[in-house]
């Protein structure tokens, strides 16, 4: 079973993105804040993580860091409504980053997203 943890500064989108991972047959976490997806990270195995760079505070890539170090076959798909990282220069930062989409991208293409990178190992 492919287990996701979606780090997101907005609940209602995280819920929307759970439930339809959910409806795929996936097992999810929603955390709303760094410490949270810290702690979720420190606790379980995630196959992907869909961590929000827009997170409240600019800790995205903290997380993205504690999962390469916690969780290293963990893959990190970014979302963001910035264009700070539209140069892909979030790549070079995080190992473990495979994709970058805008956080207006549709659930379905988020989730074939995770069924890809869940898979790619």
Same mark, same amino acid.
């Given at each position: ?8 500064? #907005? ?15 996936? @097992?999810? /976490?929603? %955390?709303?804040? +760094? #410490? @949270?997806?810290? /702690?979720?990270? *420190?606790? %379980?195995? $995630?196959?992907?993580? +869909?961590? /929000? ?12 860091? !504690?999962?390469? !170090? *916690? ?5 990190? +798909?970014?979302?963001?409504? =910035?264009? $700070?990282? =539209?140069?892909?220069?979030? $790549?070079?930062?995080? %190992? ?9 991208? =549709? ?7 995770? #069924?890809? !990178?869940? /898979?790619?190992?």
């Amino acid at each position: 079973m492919m287990r996701v943890l979606i780090v997101v500064g #907005e609940p209602a989108l995280g819920t929307v993105w759970m439930r339809h991972l959910q409806r795929m047959g996936a @097992q999810v /976490d929603l %955390a709303v804040s +760094i #410490e @949270q997806a810290i /702690d979720k990270l *420190r606790r %379980a195995g $995630f196959d992907v993580v +869909i961590l /929000d760079l827009d997170l409240p505070g600019g800790g995205a890539l903290s997380v993205a860091d !504690y999962a390469g !170090y *916690r969780r290293p076959k963990a893959r990190v +798909i970014f979302v963001t409504n =910035s264009s $700070f990282f =539209s140069d892909g220069s979030v $790549f070079s930062h995080c %190992a473990n980053a495979c994709a970058m989409v805008r956080t207006g991208t =549709s659930a379905t293409d988020l989730a074939a997203l995770v #069924e890809h !990178y869940a /898979d790619a190992d």
